[in-house]
Nanobody, 120 residues
């Protein structure tokens, strides 16, 4: 059974940093793109970042460019999201996603999410 398990969420003050991790298991994700989405209370789920299998291609939402960095370790089947200069508007549940190619969609593999709360 495919599993994507996120970790690293929590409560942080504005201006602080967090590093999210997502470990994939249950199948081989060779060639798969991986990424992050988020959903804030009362809002629709939105794209955050995506990285290609090789790591050579990365894309970010405008709202996080320059503050967030996505990376991956294929030997560990793990993708990371380094979040710096966090703002209260970054508060959301963050979801890890894996799919055969961008753009990642609801039909791809999704994790259960990890809560990130940024206090002002």
């Amino acid at each position: 059974q495919v599993q994507l398990v996120e970790s690293g969420g929590g409560l942080v003050q504005a201006g602080g940093s967090l590093r999210l991790s997502c470990a994939a298991s249950g199948r081989t994700f060779g060639g798969y793109a991986m990424g992050w989405f988020r959903q804030a209370p009362g809002k629709e789920r939105e794209f955050v970042a995506v990285i290609s299998w090789s790591g050579g291609s990365r894309s970010y939402a405008d709202s996080v460019k320059g503050r967030f960095t996505i990376s991956r370790d294929n030997a560990k089947n793990t993708v990371y999201l380094q979040m710096n200069s966090l703002k209260p508007e970054d508060t959301a549940v963050y979801y890890c996603v894996a799919g055969p190619r961008p753009p990642l969609t609801a039909r791809d593999y999704w994790g259960q999410g990890t809560q990130v709360t940024v206090s002002s």
